[in-house]
């Protein structure tokens, strides 16, 4: 009986799980069997794995193969166990040696003529692996500069299965980890492309600087779609830790380039109102995939013509927009998938949309039924809501050129970095995120400050989340002010966002 071990990882969501492969070879029936509750592409690896290593040069044994994968109640999903699958075969028949394999993971699927494929996941199975006390790794050559964002890891890149037994057995040596090459953010559009509209301007900063819902409406061609483009622009570039959090979800969606690993600016996804629930939310049969709310985090996910886009799908938000993550329950399990995004809903005032709403020509029922496709549950998680105002001239129409976008980021820049410092010892990196009680509590404002949101909560106009959220929107507005602490203005402009009309 022959022995051997080494590892790899299995995901759920982000999380990954260090998974131990055993590899027995003795005498019984010859048949390779494959234990720890493998789904389909993983039963399939036995078959290309033979067919890989015999491309290699090397002969599958002639007994009995039992491979186990622990921890067993696990489910393990993917491709990406062939490598080390290959290599712990290998080892066991003492084809080659297995002392590097004791403390090594490897990861890659295999073609059938013994080149290393590329596979999804690599940078949360390095972090995994890591935290789990590994020190060494074998990736396949195109995930190295995906693989190379972990710290503390000795990498090495392989291109065939020829390559990794060499390594093994002494006699060659695999690619190293490149240097992490600095990497320019592409230039987005400009927000001095926007002719007019001040508030909605006015209202993309504001969403900009506290991390902030937004809705905007208004007639077709007034710039909704332009003004949303342009909102991860004046977002500040991600932290380390923030860029290494979306990074993992774009790599587990399969989404990352060997030329442009890291993820470093926030995202902006645009979706259809066509989209399906499963790929707003994510899904997928066995293990959940990530969707477009968490292919959004840390950035903006814009919603053209919200209202088309149906109550289920719409409904589906709220749960992220209150909590940061998407919990997907499937046949496997529970996994989690960060998605604390910006929301940007753009919709019509009204099904025939004319350029001013006076020559609206919607009987009030139809008006009616076409608002309420925004429920009133998931209004009152958006903090802005603006009206844009009709175009009355292409040229002339302001008194000063637009600001361009780098002007804004300079004034979101420094509200942000207010924010960040006063929530520094809770962890909070803007106000969006601050929890009402904390807000209430701990940083209680004067009676005379809040009066307003008092009378409106009397007054049933307001909810106890609108109150909470419009005390988040006055402290930005202080901090795009520059004064400690919110004022009774400052109260009222952010009560007046909820629901803001234009003439």
Request: net charge neutral; charged share 20%.
């Amino acid at each position: 009986m022959a022995l051997a071990r080494t590892w790899s990882v299995a995901l759920s969501g982000v999380d990954g799980v260090p998974v131990e492969i055993e590899a027995d070879v003795g005498a019984g029936t010859v048949r390779t069997q494959l234990l720890g509750l493998p789904d389909a592409a993983l039963h399939e690896s036995k078959d290309r794995v033979k067919a890989a290593v015999r491309n290699s040069g090397h002969a599958w044994p002639t007994q009995r193969v039992t491979l186990g994968l622990s921890p067993a109640t696990l489910p393990k999903n993917g491709s990406g166990y062939d490598l080390a699958i290959a290599c712990v075969v290998l080892a066991a028949t003492r084809a080659v040696p297995g002392d590097r394999l004791e403390g090594t993971v490897l990861l890659g699927e295999l073609a059938l003529d013994g080149r290393v494929r590329a596979v999804r996941g690599v940078l949360p199975a390095l972090l995994a692996a890591k935290r789990a006390g590994l020190t060494d790794a074998v990736v396949p050559v195109d995930c190295l500069p995906e693989a190379a964002l972990v710290d503390g890891l000795n990498l090495r890149g392989a291109s065939t299965l020829t390559g990794v037994l060499a390594w093994l057995a002494g006699e060659g040596e695999l690619a190293a980890a490149p240097e992490p090459a600095p990497t320019r953010p592409p230039d987005g559009p400009d927000l001095a492309d926007v002719i007019g509209q001040p508030e909605a301007r006015w209202a993309l900063e504001v969403a900009a600087a506290g991390g902030h819902h937004l809705l905007l409406t208004g007639p077709p061609g007034t710039g909704k779609t332009m003004l949303a483009q342009r909102l991860a622009g004046l977002l500040p570039p991600l932290g380390r830790d923030e860029a290494l959090g979306v990074t993992a979800v774009h790599s587990t969606a399969g989404l990352l380039t060997p030329h442009a690993p890291l993820v470093s600016t926030p995202p902006f996804v645009s979706l259809h109102h066509t989209t399906s629930a499963a790929a707003l939310v994510g899904g997928g049969s066995g293990t959940a995939k990530p969707g477009a709310m968490s292919r959004a985090h840390r950035g903006v996910l814009f919603l053209d013509e919200a209202r088309e886009f149906g109550a289920a799908k719409l409904e589906a938000l709220r749960t992220a927009l209150e909590e940061g993550e998407v919990r997907l329950a499937r046949r496997d399990g529970i996994v989690r998938y960060p998605a604390r995004f910006q929301l940007v809903l753009a919709t019509n005032p009204c099904p025939c949309a004319p350029p001013k709403d006076i020559d609206c020509l919607c009987p009030p029922a139809a008006r009616r039924r076409y608002e309420a496709k925004l429920s009133g549950p998931l209004l009152d998680r958006v903090d802005l809501r603006v009206t844009m105002r009709p175009l009355t001239a292409m040229s002339g129409a302001e008194v000063a050129p637009p600001e361009p976008s780098a002007a804004v980021r300079a004034r979101v820049h420094k509200a942000r970095t207010r924010a960040a410092e006063r929530w520094s010892a809770h962890g909070w990196p803007t106000n969006a995120e601050v929890p009402g009680p904390a807000l209430r509590r701990d940083h209680r404002l004067p009676r005379d400050v809040t009066g307003i949101l008092d009378r409106a909560l009397s007054l049933g106009a307001l909810t106890g989340r609108g109150a909470d959220r419009c005390l988040r929107v006055a402290w930005t507005l202080a901090d795009l002010a520059e004064v400690d602490r919110p004022t009774a203005d400052h109260v009222a402009a952010a009560l007046e966002f909820r629901d803001r009309r234009t003439p």
